[in-house]
């Protein structure tokens, strides 16, 4: 009987016996039984766990030192062909080098593959193993084996189906131990234990080291991630260490389940969430969140006065129902579908489909069907006349990494010229996916949009296919599991692209990271397009939930929003609490984000009470715009905007890549720009206003502090604001004007929080 503990313990388990080359045994009913030898499994297991298929070593784009192996071993087919034939990996041919073996089937103890890694001969990656360790007598066994690939294995079909690890969630006091176990588990339904076959890293040896068994040491408090690393497969453990338990954690109620995951997870790191926050904060909050503005000062008072336990929910249910949500999610969609003008051929274009996008979000339009419309849009359709005009996005290789970045969150762009140097993304996968767009065609001064592949099509002059810049072949279209599109499909490639995107978990699970990444400043995989193995989820489960939910409701957004601005976590106070302070990842409280550029030029005109004026570009016939268009309402080139401009408003010529950074041309704005200063002092604005009405001084200030900050100054701010103004009582108007001034250039003011 294997105790797995002691087993975990062991240096390597890929002992390959020289004369059956038996390199594992599987555990079933407590029996071992021999399971035949593979080359994935036992030469790239040792690749693995030794790091020489780091995407830093031979695993790179180009490998290191002429050798070349596919990072992590996803593709032990061409590592054995590099290692026994010979030869080396190219970028954009297939062309080898001059070959040379590895392996020395005459003499295998000289094999480069033993001689580098136990640096008998001068070796880059340094000593990986030692001269009569396991590793070193795996591969020398193999090699006087005549270091054959392990073919009969392979067709008796006995598969690793998954890998677990167990724990997945560790919580440690300092300076606290915990074993890792990892599990294989086979077709055949046996199980093995791999934790010594395995490599293990952290991503901060500050909270918790492992060592090469998967031991891991409690270092400071804090929380990190493990990866484990096998042969084709990445996995991970979670680790907080925490340094103070508390003694009686509360019981914390829960509106749905979003607090129940986000609440266990804080009680098993010992976290407390922050207070509920006030009707105050929550009010301004959810304004802002699902309609881009703030709310007025009387509606302020109304809701701090209404006594309604349901006002909350009530008040989510009127904004869901706003044209103000409407103006605010186009904006927000806009930036994401990129409505835009290239040209003043195109201007009716991108009208024609930012309308498009405003109509799907006012009609609650069903998320997957307005990514298909928007995905396999051809003929005269909206997205058909302007998206496809954009000049950035003319040619397959461009055009399909967006679409899946945008909706599926994954990264695939650095697969256009090799196998993707960091995730199991090969170079055929990407030129499979590319060459669904290669059939669209321009027609009648880009008006109409046609899809056919192929040739023959009578405005079709050319073969539309696109050609893999390595091989030089043809590519048919293909999904992501290899599966090829039909010839008797090729009229319409797109649609069915589309289709097969909307009906993939991808989907949903990078729609709803998406969405709660608005909400909460961050995605539960964050950046929220770039899901990785080495990026993995900070709440899993919920992520999971999440989408199965969204899916399960019919892709609704609305729906997913309400379920996430009704939960406790997403109306937590910003206010920390002693064991949540340093919290930036598990929603304990809530945290400042930035104001876009349209969001805060839009609040400055709504505290000054005077509506900005925007000028038409010139080539969509210039002049004024309608008085009283918000800035969310315009597209950047045909509303040019100084202000949106420096405070990083998002142009669409790329999708939005997070919160621009600050700069020296908003510190400008500040002090001299007319969005700041002119707005201020205007003479139809509020200030002017309540001037003219002789308000008193405390009424003034509290008007402006519930119009910017939807609060009423606290006793300290409005005792010494009273008595600086009661100093300067000859300069009365002036005093106010950079009262006001202060108020709007607050962090408090150009934060959500």
């Keep these: 009987m294997i105790v797995k503990f002691a087993r975990a313990l062991l240096p390597s388990l890929l002992v390959i016996t020289s004369s059956a080359l038996l390199a594992h045994s599987a555990e079933e009913n407590g029996v071992e039984k021999p ?67 590895r392996v020395d089937l005459k003499q295998p103890e000289k094999s480069l593959l033993l001689l580098k890694p136990t640096f008998s001969v001068p070796h880059g990656g340094g000593l990986r193993f030692q001269v009569g360790s396991a590793d070193y007598d795996t591969i020398l066994t193999w090699i006087r084996s005549g270091a054959p690939y392990g073919e009969e294995a392979e067709k008796q079909g006995v598969t690793v189906e998954r890998v677990e690890v167990s724990p997945k969630d560790v919580v440690l006091p300092a300076r606290g131990r915990q074993q890792l176990i990892v599990t294989a588990y086979l077709s055949n339904g046996q199980q093995e234990d791999i934790t010594g076959q395995v490599r293990y890293i952290t991503s901060d040896s500050a909270v918790a080291e492992v060592s090469e068994t998967g031991l891991i040491q409690a270092g400071k408090a804090g929380e990190t991630n493990i990866l484990i690393r096998t042969p084709g497969r990445t996995l991970s453990a979670d680790v907080g260490v925490v ?37 105050q904060e929550f009010l301004r909050r959810v304004c802002l969140d699902l309609t881009g503005t703030l709310p007025p000062p009387q509606r302020v ?146 008006t109409l949009i046609i899809d056919v592949l192929g040739g023959g099509h009578v405005d079709q002059p050319k073969d539309m296919m696109v050609m893999n810049p390595r091989t030089k072949e043809k590519v048919v279209p293909a999904f992501l599991d ?97 064991s949540n302070k340093e919290d930036k990842i598990d929603y304990s409280h809530a945290l400042p984000r930035p104001l876009e550029a349209a969001v805060l030029l839009d609040a400055i005109t709504s505290v000054t009470g005077v509506p900005e004026k925007f000028k038409l570009h010139p080539q969509v016939g210039g002049g004024d715009a309608p008085l009283g268009t918000r800035a969310m309402q315009t597209i950047a080139d045909i509303c040019p905007s100084q202000f949106m401009d420096d405070f990083g408003r998002s142009t669409r010529r790329a999708l939005p890549v997070g919160p621009p950074q600050t700069n020296l041309l908003e510190a400008l704005h500040m002090v001299t720009g007319p969005a700041y200063n002119d707005k201020i002092s205007s003479e139809s604005g ?65 934060h959500n929080h």
Aim: positive net charge; glycine residues 6%.
């Design 243 to 279: 340094e103070k338990p508390i003694a009686k954690y509360p019981k914390v109620e829960a509106r749905n389940y979003i607090d129940e995951h986000v609440f266990a997870k804080l009680r098993k790191f010992q976290i407390l969430p922050s207070e509920r926050s006030t009707d």
């Design 482 to 578: 290899g599966a090829r599109l039909p010839q008797s499909e090729w009229m319409d490639p797109r649609m069915h692209l589309a289709k097969w995107v909307t009906s993939h978990p991808y989907f949903a699970e990078a729609t709803v990271n998406r969405l709660w990444s608005f909400f909460f400043g961050r995605g539960i995989v964050d950046p929220v397009d770039d899901f990785r193995s080495t990026n993995p989820p900070t709440h899993p489960e919920l992520l999971e939930a999440l989408a199965k939910d969204f899916k399960g409701g019919g892709y609704d957004l609305k729906r997913l929003m309400r379920t996430i601005v009704q939960s406790r976590t997403y109306q937590l106070s910003g206010t920390p609490n002693e």
């Design 301 to 446: 008072r109304e809701f701090m006065a209404d006594k309604d336990p349901n006002k909350r929910d009530r008040l989510i249910e009127i904004l869901l129902n706003s044209p103000e949500y409407t103006d605010y999610w186009g904006f927000r969609f806009g930036d994401l579908l990129r409505a835009t003008y290239v040209t003043s051929n195109s201007i009716k274009g991108a009208r024609a489909y930012q309308k498009w996008i405003t109509d799907s979000i006012a009609t609650n339009k069903p998320y997957d069907q307005m990514a298909r419309e928007r995905i396999g849009a051809q003929g005269y359709s909206a997205p058909a006349r302007n998206f496809y005009y954009i000049a950035e996005l003319t040619t397959p290789d461009v055009l399909m990494p967006e679409l899946i970045r945008l909706f599926m969150g994954r990264r695939i762009e650095c697969a256009q010229c090799h196998s993707h140097p960091f995730e199991a993304w090969s170079q055929n996968q990407y030129w499979g996916l590319a060459a669904f767009f290669a059939g669209y065609t321009e027609l009648r001064d880009s």
């Design 686 to 750: 509020r200030l002017s206003g309540l001037l003219k009405k002789d308000a008193p001084d405390e009424q003034i200030l509290d008007e402006f502090y519930l119009a910017a900050l939807t609060r009423f100054p606290t006793s300290e701010e409005k005792s010494q604001l009273m008595n600086f103004l009661a100093r300067r009582p000859s300069r009365r108007q002036e005093t106010l004007t950079g009262l006001v001034w202060a108020i709007i250039n607050s962090r408090e003011f150009a």
């Design 35 to 101: 399971r035949p030898f593979t080359f994935a499994r036992a030469i790239e297991g040792i690749f693995t766990r030794r790091g020489c298929n780091d995407a830093t070593c031979h695993g790179g784009v180009k490998g290191r030192g002429g050798f070349k192996l596919s990072v992590y071993g996803l593709y032990p087919r061409e590592d054995y062909k590099w290692i026994v034939e010979g030869g080396t990996f190219r970028v954009l041919t297939t062309e080898d080098n001059p070959k040379y073996s």
